[in-house]
């Protein structure tokens, strides 16, 4: 079993900032790519920011240059610094991680989520 546990989440004032983090932990061979989604009230879950094994970074454009993604592989761990944070930016934040369980089987897993309110 792999469990991914998000924290950093809360209420934050418009133009702000906030640190997500997430961690895994299980029978993990190596997690490949980890990524943040969100999803507001009545919308889907989409894409924050992806992060590769190798570091290789990928974000939507609604934040790029205000939000950035990392993740320290020892710790099976990723975080998602958030800066300049707008209303629009609230959200139910997950993570998810792709992890190699045994040669040849990946497997796709989430975290429970955590909420992003940002308003004064």
């Known amino acids: 079993q792999v469990q991914l546990v998000e924290s950093g989440g809360g209420l934050v004032q418009p133009g702000g900032s906030q640190r997500l983090s997430c961690a895994a932990s299980?029978?993990?061979?190596?997690?490949?790519?980890m990524a943040w989604y969100r999803q507001a009230p009545g919308g889907q879950r989409d894409l924050v920011a992806s992060?590769?094994?190798?570091?290789?970074?990928n974000y939507a454009d609604s934040v790029k240059d205000r939000f950035t993604i990392s993740r320290d592989n020892a710790k099976n761990t990723v975080y998602l610094q958030m800066n300049s944070l707008k209303p629009e930016d609230t959200a139910v934040y997950y993570c998810?991680?792709?992890?190699?369980?045994?040669?040849?089987?990946?497997?796709?897993?989430w975290g429970q989520g955590t909420q992003v309110t940002v308003s004064s």
């Open positions: 998810n991680a792709r992890v190699l369980l045994r040669i040849g089987y990946t497997r796709s897993y």
């Open positions: 299980g029978s993990i061979l190596r997690i490949n790519d």
């Open positions: 992060i590769t094994s190798c570091g290789s970074m």
